[in-house]
């Protein structure tokens, strides 16, 4: 990883930690685990993108994976980060600024409207069921995109049992990242 990058990410770590003072950014009890677990996680989302140009990260919270993802591919795709807490929002706006993340744009909604945009790429990481995940991506999907939901392997293993979904495109892949499974679960085309 490039020096640039990695005082980038040390730096966001560096902002999560100072702003989840004030705000409940991440919980409490993940605080330590902010560079094994939420950005590990977030670098092996970044891993399954391909060649997307423009990726959004909906639900996006603290910025992650959309954060991240952000300082990873600053040359190659435009990230937008949509989230409807207008604190994170502050939050998110403020590590654009000091992070020089001019790849990103914020907006601050909620997503139960239907949105005009479509993206390469939709992620969001565990903010809802992924029944309410699928459909919402899809709302953000261009029909050839990728739909990829960072969640639990348990969450995995209930949507399948309890889908009635053509899951047959879905890939699920995992890594052990500080001693806990991370799950990408990813879906092709228009859902």
Not at 26 to 36: F, Q
Not at 72 to 92: A, M, P, W, Y
Request: glycine share 6%; net charge negative.
């Amino acid at each position: 990883m490039a020096s640039e990058t990695q005082q980038k990410l040390d730096t966001y770590i560096s902002l999560l930690q100072e702003w989840n003072k004030s705000f409940n950014l991440i919980g409490r009890s993940t605080e330590n685990e902010i560079r094994t677990r939420h950005i590990e996680e977030s670098i092996f989302v970044a891993e399954h993108l391909g060649e997307a140009e423009e990726i959004v990260d909906f639900g996006s919270g603290a910025g992650i994976p959309g954060i991240v993802i952000a300082i990873i591919r600053s040359q190659n795709s435009q990230v937008t980060l949509i989230e409807k807490d207008k604190n994170k929002c502050t939050f998110l706006n403020y590590c654009k600024k000091k992070l020089d993340l001019e790849n990103v744009i914020i907006e601050e909604k909620n997503l139960k409207n239907d949105s005009e945009e479509r993206f390469d790429v939709v992620v969001s990481r565990a903010t809802a069921s992924i029944e309410d995940l699928v459909e919402i991506g899809g709302i953000l999907l261009k029909p050839s995109g990728k739909l990829i939901l960072l969640v639990s392997e348990q969450q995995v293993n209930d949507y399948i049992k309890g889908s009635e979904r053509e899951i047959n495109q879905a890939q699920i892949k995992q890594k052990k990242i500080a001693g806990r499974v991370c799950t990408v679960l990813m879906l092709e085309g228009d859902r």
